[in-house]
């Protein structure tokens, strides 16, 4: 049993294999600091984007799961990627999304989608090698 408050983490890349549920399911996906990068644009230009509302996401990267874990794999060619029919992803969310109207105005994405999965895999296991493998988020 565990300890109150500890959750047992669940198998990802780092384990050398991932299990996707729904996998057909379109998702964008964006690096935090072009976020950033979005706000202070945004404040830059706000005559121009006052009054207005902008999907900010990398246009690049409208990929279902199953595409975005195979770009990892890409990253980590001995990664077994199970789909499971069986249960269902809690998190419905299915869409592709255009930034063409932010792109228009001027602002475009630097961080490109194998940069932030290297980033994510060198993070990955210095959160690993300083917590329990067996109780992390990660």
Request: proline share 3%; hydrophobic share 35%.
């Amino acid at each position: 049993r565990l300890g109150h408050g500890a959750h047992r983490r669940r198998p990802g890349p780092e384990d050398g294999y991932l299990v996707l549920f729904e996998a057909h399911f379109k998702r964008n996906y964006i690096h935090v600091q072009d976020i950033a990068r979005t706000f202070q644009f945004i404040i830059e230009n706000y005559e121009k984007c006052k009054g207005h509302a902008f999907n900010v996401g990398l246009s690049t990267a409208n990929l279902s799961k199953l595409e975005l874990a195979e770009k990892i794999k890409s990253h980590i060619p001995s990664l077994v990627i199970k789909q499971d029919d069986f249960k269902e992803d809690f998190d419905k969310r299915n869409y592709i999304v255009s930034n063409e109207k932010l792109e228009a105005l001027g602002w475009k994405p630097i961080y490109d989608l194998d940069y932030g999965i290297k980033q994510l895999m060198a993070a990955y296991k210095i959160v690993i090698n300083k917590n329990n493998q067996n109780f992390t988020n990660l």
